[in-house]
């Protein structure tokens, strides 16, 4: 197994060959997989021609898989494409037809074109995301990251110093509603319990590294003790701030590509194409995390 780093200034990116992850994989190389997520967040496959027990397969190597468990009105689970193991990420129905513009399902989707870290809205937040490129598009659809870490240590001081203690709220109805969605009017009433805000810290440590992050997302909504029009604007200097380009890797997929990614310590975005008449199959596994990050 080799890894090349993608950007050297910044530690950010690996590209890891001389592997092919449907084969039975000892501890030694998980271990060092592990380890290299930790110091470069993420990590590219290339030629891994995978199906879904594979994925499954290789995904458990690094923890638990996060159920997708939602049958919601927007998306019940007689049209749901995949199995519960998977998080679908492409733009198609339970027929393999690109959803119609006007669906739900894809208006609730297009919220994976904001900036986010996967499942940062649940008590216990995700740990790694894996996206496995079945079919890609031909123009866009890009998968862009943002690495945290490097965004942090060039905060100013003294805004490092502001965002030490804050916690933010995050949740499916604040990114959504940045899109004019309104999940009040999209789920039911019993529903929209789910999707109640969760706190979570601004600052996150990785414990292998001991570097800082800024743990950011458009789920955002509210920060303990700001104005909710302060919050906005603030979350919005952040996510400008931690998009420069020196902080950002653009991954163009080929097929059969796989990305592993830390989302304690990078944030990540879709990219724009066609949805209406290309198809795009990328399927997503998420790792969960092991805790809450603070008490509810
Ligand atoms: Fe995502």
């Not at 592993?260 to 995390?289: A, C, K, P």
Request: proline share 2%; glycine share 6%.
């Amino acid at each position: 197994m080799k890894i090349e780093i993608i950007k050297e200034d910044i530690n950010f990116g690996g590209i890891v060959s001389e592997i092919n992850i449907t084969e039975d994989l000892n501890d030694t190389i998980i271990n060092e997989l592990d380890k290299k997520l930790n110091e470069l967040c993420l990590l590219v496959f290339k030629k891994q021609k995978i199906n879904d027990d594979q994925q499954i397969k290789f995904s458990k190597y690094f923890g638990k898989i996060e159920g997708a468990g939602n049958n919601t009105t927007i998306r019940s689970i007689k049209e749901r494409r995949l199995s519960d193991s998977f998080g679908d990420v492409s733009n198609l129905d339970v027929n393999n037809r690109p959803l119609r513009k006007t669906d739900n399902k894809r208006f609730f989707a297009l919220g994976n074109r904001l900036w986010h870290s996967d499942a940062s809205f649940k008590k216990i937040p995700a740990k790694y995301s894996l996206l496995s490129g079945r079919k890609v598009a031909k123009i866009g659809g890009e998968t862009q990251f943002a690495d945290m870490r490097a965004a942090y240590d060039d905060l100013p001081a003294q805004i490092k110093h502001k965002i030490k203690n804050l916690k933010s709220y995050h949740s499916l109805i604040y990114s959504r509603q940045k899109l004019g969605l309104n999940m009040y009017e999209m789920v039911s009433a019993e529903e929209i319990i789910n999707f109640k805000p969760v706190k979570q810290p601004l600052v996150r440590k990785n414990d292998f590294t001991k570097r800082k992050s800024i743990f950011l997302a458009s789920h955002i909504g509210e920060i303990e003790g700001m104005e909710k029009p302060d919050t906005i604007l603030f979350v919005n200097d952040l996510i400008e701030h931690s998009t420069k380009d020196k902080y950002l890797y653009t991954h163009n997929w080929d097929e059969n590509d796989l990305i592993i990614w830390d989302n304690r310590q990078s944030m990540h975005r879709g990219l724009y194409f066609d949805d209406q008449n290309e198809i795009r199959d990328v399927r997503r596994t998420t790792i969960s995390g092991t805790e809450m990050l603070i008490d509810q």
